[in-house]
């Protein structure tokens, strides 16, 4: 997910309920700056405005999603 973010403009609009419950924990970790529509569970959107340098620093950690297009 985060280097799906760092590749893609932001604002970036997410509506899978997958990807709002990771960008909710990226989110709660510091790694984002994102907005939600809806509580958790809910149906919603996510709006990630900015990937923080705390997860810049992450994402040399993090190895490349498989399923990724």
Do not use: C, N, Y
């Amino acid at each position: 997910m985060l280097l799906r973010l760092d590749k893609g403009p932001l604002p970036m609009v997410f509506t899978a309920m997958e990807d709002i419950e990771a960008l909710r924990i990226l989110k709660d970790g510091g790694w984002i700056k994102a907005s939600f529509s809806a509580p958790p569970g809910l149906p919603g959107t996510a709006t990630v405005t900015e990937l923080t340098p705390l997860g810049r620093f992450a994402m040399q950690f993090v190895q490349p999603d498989q399923e990724a297009p």
